[in-house]
């Protein structure tokens, strides 16, 4: 949806999608991203340029997003809630979050203890990432 203070007015622009949780705005201000929990997907919906209004597929992800954030080099940060194919028992890790490019492609993973439930991920200038986590 968007608001727009000048006239008090909401206008919604995405319809119809599953469970959106997280939304971030490209770096140079072109589209918005919003990942969609049940697909585990993230959607790019156009906000500018020849395709403004229109949405389209932008990645596939391997589990289910809870938050997304730019990543402060063109790329995004995507909290992953929880694995889409869980391992086998007895492997007590699991992905926690992935970064993924400025065009849909997957360029790093963060793993670690399956007891721990990432809500967001952020990435600081100096490099380090910090995990906001389900209580």
Not at 52 to 78: C, H, I, M, Q
Request: glycine share 10%.
């Amino acid at each position: 949806m968007k608001y727009s203070p000048q006239t008090n007015q909401v206008t919604v622009l995405l319809s119809g999608v599953t469970y959106p949780n997280g939304i971030a705005i490209s770096a140079d201000r072109t589209h918005l991203l919003v990942g969609l929990t049940g697909p585990c997907k993230l959607t790019r919906y156009w906000i500018r340029g020849s395709k403004a209004y229109t949405s389209e597929p932008f990645a596939y992800l391997p589990g289910y997003p809870d938050n997304v954030r730019p990543d402060g080099k063109g790329g995004y940060w995507v909290a992953l809630h929880r694995e889409k194919y869980e391992l086998p028992f007895g492997l007590d890790r699991h992905l926690l979050a992935i970064r993924i490019g400025a065009e849909g492609e997957k360029l790093q993973e963060m793993k670690g203890p399956k007891n721990v439930r990432p809500t967001e991920v952020v990435e600081r200038e100096d490099g380090k990432i910090y995990l906001a986590l389900d209580p």
